[in-house]
């Protein structure tokens, strides 16, 4: 379905004037000059999408993040970092008679308490064994939320866009800790352990990064003899992690809890949090542990009754 480029430009333009977006110091946004895409839905209605989500087409083939990244602290502040600079890797195949004019590969990210669109253009790196191109796209992330989400496009010259958007999931960058993602907050937490068994509260919050996610708790009452797993449930449900509310001046993090009744004397309770995301549609999982630094979160019995 041919679009002229005049149009596709208007719209690409369009959309990022309704969703705020930006474009990164020196960034130049191209289109082809005749492009064959997709149908796609009307421009009015894909608020959810991206530019690159809708002009492109998905294939991983085409383009693909190769989980790879990196990143360097920007210490412009009197007080350490106050920035990092991220590095991800990002391997496309040439197309034939592609006019390099044209070629273009990048990202589009933005970060969970901060939802504006913004896009990098990368530069070629190598090229590999099998033909293919590797490309390192470079984009500033926030010190105070260097969490990144984002997808992967390539024009290719010969007039397509394609893209990995990891099957509308999007790709995950933590550049620092796990706990950026998810923690415990011991400071709400109730549990006790005792002769009727292991009761009360615990409470966490994470970073949204998207809809579709996963979390569990994993324990044990027996030093890892054997595992308890607690999955996602309602409010209401027992043993089962549930959304508690939206942190107000954090927007892209969430308060989740479990309240804990599980039944047997024991003297010792130990767990960990893991949030997954990516979990739907064949997408490439990301997953993150809160397990206290790698002593876990430990519960005991102050006197066995």
């Known amino acids: 379905m041919p679009e002229s480029s005049s149009?596709?430009?208007?719209?690409?333009?369009?959309?990022?004037?309704?969703?705020?977006?930006?474009?990164?110091?020196?960034?130049?946004?191209?289109?082809?000059?005749?492009?064959?895409?997709?149908?796609?839905?009307?421009?009015?209605?894909?608020?959810?999408?991206?530019?690159?989500q809708y002009e492109g087409q998905r294939d991983t083939r085409m383009v693909q993040y190769t989980g790879t990244w990196s990143s360097s602290c920007q210490y412009n502040t009197r007080f350490g970092c106050g920035s990092a600079l991220v590095h991800v890797s990002i391997r496309v195949r040439p197309a034939e008679h592609a006019d390099l004019a044209w070629k273009r590969v990048g990202v589009v990210y933005h970060t969970p308490d901060d939802r504006t669109e913004r896009t990098a253009v990368g530069s070629y790196s190598k090229t590999l064994t099998d033909g293919d191109e590797e490309w390192t796209v470079s984009f500033y992330a926030p010190s105070s939320d260097a969490i990144v989400v984002f997808d992967a496009w390539y024009q290719d010259g010969a007039?397509?866009?394609?893209?990995?958007?990891?099957?509308?999931?999007?790709?995950?960058?933590?550049?620092?800790?796990?706990?950026?993602?998810?923690?415990?907050?011991?400071?709400?937490?109730?549990?006790?352990?005792?002769?009727?068994?292991?009761?009360?509260?615990?409470?966490?919050?994470?970073?949204?990064?998207?809809?579709?996610?996963?979390?569990?708790?994993?324990?044990t009452k027996d030093h890892w003899q054997t595992t308890l797993h607690f999955g996602m449930g309602e409010a209401n449900e027992k043993n089962k992690l549930h959304w508690v509310e939206d942190f107000p001046y954090s927007p892209g993090r969430e308060r989740w809890q479990i309240e804990l009744d599980v039944p047997g004397g024991s003297e010792h309770f130990e767990y960990a949090l893991v949030y997954r995301h990516g979990v739907v549609n064949g997408a490439r999982t990301y997953e993150f542990w809160d397990n206290n630094g790698g002593g876990n979160y430990r519960v005991e019995a102050a006197i066995l009754q």
Request: charged share 20%; hydrophobic share 45%; aromatic share 6%.
């Open 159 to 219: 007039g397509k866009t394609w893209i990995d958007d990891n099957a509308g999931e999007l790709h995950v960058v933590n550049v620092g800790p796990a706990y950026q993602v998810v923690r415990v907050e011991p400071w709400l937490n109730t549990v006790t352990v005792g002769a009727n068994g292991v009761t009360g509260n615990i409470s966490l919050q994470l970073a949204d990064l998207d809809y579709d996610k996963q979390l569990e708790l994993v324990a």
């Open 7 to 52: 149009r596709l430009f208007a719209a690409a333009l369009a959309r990022l004037r309704r969703r705020g977006a930006a474009l990164g110091s020196g960034v130049l946004l191209t289109l082809p000059a005749a492009a064959c895409i997709e149908p796609s839905p009307d421009i009015t209605a894909v608020d959810q999408y991206d530019w690159a």
